[in-house]
């Protein structure tokens, strides 16, 4: 059963910084795709970043410059640096994961979520 467990959440005051981690376990034959989502209060859930197993990285546009994407693809974990947080990156931050299992088909997979709330 595989399971993407997140860590690094909590509050911070504008123009903070926060490092989020991602660690995907159980019986995982290849990861291709991870990545990072956010959904405020009231809105839908969108993208933040995604990193290739090769290191390719996509960025929203609201982030760009202040969040960075990486990858250690020996522990299956992702992480989201958060630079200059501002008010409005306030969410819960949800990880993803497109990964294929053994004895089923390639799917995409969902952390619990973490929040990230950034005030004064």
């Known amino acids: 059963q595989v399971q993407l467990v997140e860590s690094g959440g909590g509050w911070v005051q504008p123009g903070g910084s926060l490092r989020l981690s991602c660690a995907a376990s159980?019986?995982?034959?290849?990861?291709?795709?991870m990545g990072w989502y956010r959904q405020a209060p009231g809105n839908q859930r969108e993208l933040v970043a995604t990193?290739?197993?090769?290191?390719?990285?996509n960025y929203a546009d609201s982030i760009k410059g202040r969040f960075t994407v990486s990858r250690d693809n020996a522990k299956n974990t992702v992480y989201l640096q958060m630079n200059s947080l501002k008010p409005e990156d306030t969410a819960v931050y949800y990880c993803n994961a497109d990964l294929k299992p053994p004895w089923y088909p390639r799917s995409n997979y969902w952390g619990q979520g973490t929040q990230v709330t950034v005030s004064s």
């Open positions: 159980g019986s995982i034959v290849s990861i291709y795709r």
């Open positions: 990193i290739t197993s090769g290191g390719t990285t």
